[in-house]
């Protein structure tokens, strides 16, 4: 019995010295992690306010179409600006947002510079849209023309300002039937709604109607005939390749168009 009660003794003064330097142990490590805290905000507070911090240097790489100037205005940067308080996201989101632009890249250079680096889009044809001439990218994006990016492919008549889809769709379009013609020998394309082709040849002002399908076959009776059409339809404004055995000539000055056979022994009209 008495050895029972030692024991309880003992037990009870060390559960004591435990309850009693526990909290002190508690109360140490939030003393310590509260003075952890306030020195790492004060650092954080100077790093954002520090002179050494502030942006002196941008960089902005891969432009052509875009100017720098533009590039900057979009991403809102004002020189001075501590590097740590620039949304970097923000930035690139913003500059994506002209219309030349179709990705770009911001950056921190330690310890104050910014590097943005643009890929500008593609223009891979002028378009007249509504009468007016603009670049297209093979995405379908409507681009201001920019000499830069102007070359000798046929313009391409048929797109829409607001219908980025359809327009992709009639660009896949175009650059195929420039793939078979050839683009060196045309001067514009024509692709309605419906994906029917029309060109019109660099050396002759003439609509050749082209349909859906076979262009190249089409295209190839046209040339075995179009010195004949010159020079008897000087003035012809169209000429249809549509149908199987029939070749329809507009002759222009709201004169009736005349239907003539196609011979495929003779290869006549």
Avoid: C
Avoid at 6 to 12: A, P, Q, T, V, Y
Avoid at 102 to 109: E, L, S
Avoid at 140 to 156: E, K
Avoid at 161 to 187: C, F, K, M, P, W
């Amino acid at each position: 019995m008495k050895k029972w009660i030692g024991r309880w003794r003992r037990s009870l003064k060390r559960r004591s010295r435990s309850d009693v330097l526990g909290p002190v142990y508690i109360a140490g490590a939030v003393m310590v992690a509260l003075v952890f805290a306030w020195g790492l905000y004060g650092v954080v507070s100077y790093a954002y306010e520090a002179e050494a911090l502030a942006v002196r240097g941008i960089t902005v790489r891969g432009l052509t179409h875009v100017s720098e100037g533009d590039v900057l205005a979009q991403a809102g940067f004002t020189a001075g600006t501590n590097i740590l308080e620039l949304d970097l996201d923000a930035m690139r989101e913003s500059i994506e947002g002209l219309r030349w632009v179709k990705h770009a890249r911001v950056g921190r250079v330690w310890p104050r510079e910014i590097v943005i680096s643009v890929m500008e889009r593609d223009p891979i044809a002028l378009a007249r849209i509504d009468g007016q001439i603009f670049q297209v990218d093979e995405e379908g994006v409507i681009l201001p023309v920019d000499a830069a990016g102007l070359d000798d492919s046929p313009i391409l008549d048929g797109l829409r300002l607001d219908d980025q889809e359809g327009n992709q769709a009639r660009i896949q379009i175009y650059r195929e039937t420039i793939g078979l013609i050839g683009e060196g020998v045309l001067s514009e394309v024509h692709i309605t709604e419906a994906g029917e082709v029309s060109v019109v040849p660099s050396n002759f002002p003439i609509l050749v109607e082209l349909g859906l399908d076979q262009h190249l076959e089409r295209w190839e009776r046209y040339l075995e005939n179009s010195v004949r059409i010159r020079e008897e339809y000087p003035r012809a404004s169209a000429v249809d390749l549509r149908f199987e055995d029939q070749v329809i000539i507009k002759p222009g000055d709201d004169q009736p168009a005349r239907s003539l056979t196609w011979d495929d022994e003779t290869r006549l009209l």
